[in-house]
C-alpha cells in the first residue's frame, strides 16, 4: 500500500494567516493526490483533486501544489470556517489511501 | 443535484454480518465513468477506502478487507449495498458511500458523500 503522512498533525493559527499544510507519499503518485476538508461531525468535503485542481464552489484561497511524491495545500487568508481536519488521499494505486490528517485550530 | 444517504442497522454483534445500502439521487450507475465507493473512519481517526463498484459493475476492494466485503448495485433502483462479514469491534466506524466519476485518465476524487452512519460493533 502507498503510504500517504501529513505534516504537522495540528497548527494553530488565527483568522487572516497564511497556512500550509505538507502530505508525503511513500511512492511516486505523479498528481493522483485529492485533498478533503472536515468539520466535526460531517463528511469529507473534497477541495482539490488532481494535485492543483480546485473543486467547483471551493473558494480560491485554497490551492494545491505538487507532483511525485511532496504536495502542498494553501490556504490563503484563513477563514473562521476553515478551521477544520484536512485529509490528503492518494487515487493512483488501489487501495486509495488517506493521510493522518492535520487539524487546523484556533490559536 | 447529486444526493447520497446510508442506511443500515447502528449496531451490530461480533461475528455478524453488516449489510448497509447506499441510496442516491441526481446520477446514473448505468453512465459511463460513474463510481459509488465506500469509505470508513473510526472515531477520531483518519478515513480508510473500503470498495468501489462502476457503472460497467466491475469491483474494487481493499487487499486487507477483501474477503469480508461485498459491494453489488442495483441500477434500477439507485442503490448499492455493501457486505461485511464477521464484524468485529474494530470495525466500530461510521461508514460512508460517495460519488466518483472518471475523468480522461484521472478518478479517484470522491466528489459527493453521503452523511454516514456509525456503526457499532458491541455485544
Known amino acids: 500500500d502507498i503510504q500517504m503522512t501529513q505534516s504537522p498533525s495540528s497548527l494553530s493559527a488565527s483568522a487572516g494567516d497564511r497556512v500550509t499544510i505538507a502530505c508525503r507519499a511513500s511512492?511516486?503518485?505523479?498528481?493522483?493526490l485529492n485533498w478533503y476538508q472536515q468539520q466535526p461531525g460531517k463528511a469529507p468535503k473534497l477541495l482539490i483533486f488532481?494535485?492543483?485542481s480546485l473543486q467547483s464552489g471551493v473558494p480560491s484561497r485554497f490551492s494545491g501544489s505538487g507532483s511525485g511524491t511532496d504536495f502542498t495545500l494553501t490556504i490563503t487568508s484563513l477563514q473562521p470556517e476553515d478551521f477544520a481536519t484536512y485529509y490528503c488521499q492518494q487515487s493512483l494505486t488501489i487501495p486509495w489511501t488517506f493521510g493522518q490528517g492535520t487539524k487546523v485550530e484556533i490559536k | 443535484q447529486i444526493t447520497l444517504k446510508e442506511s443500515g442497522p447502528t449496531l451490530v454483534r461480533p461475528t455478524q454480518t453488516l449489510t448497509l445500502t447506499c441510496t442516491f439521487s441526481g446520477f446514473s450507475l448505468s453512465t459511463s465513468g460513474v463510481a459509488v465507493g465506500w469509505i470508513r473512519q473510526p472515531p477520531g481517526k483518519a478515513p480508510e477506502w473500503l470498495a468501489l463498484i462502476y457503472w460497467d459493475d466491475d469491483k474494487r476492494y481493499s487487499p486487507s478487507l477483501k474477503s469480508r466485503l461485498t459491494v453489488t448495485k442495483d441500477t434500477s433502483k439507485n442503490r448499492v449495498v455493501l457486505t461485511v462479514t464477521n464484524m468485529d469491534p474494530v470495525d466500530t466506524a461510521t461508514y460512508y458511500c460517495?460519488?466518483?466519476?472518471?475523468?480522461?485518465?484521472?478518478?479517484?476524487?470522491?466528489?459527493?458523500w453521503g452523511q454516514g452512519i456509525l456503526v457499532t460493533v458491541s455485544s
Open positions: 488532481a494535485a492543483s
Open positions: 460517495a460519488h466518483t466519476a472518471i475523468s480522461g485518465s484521472y478518478e479517484g476524487d470522491f466528489d459527493y
Open positions: 511512492q511516486s503518485i505523479t498528481t493522483y
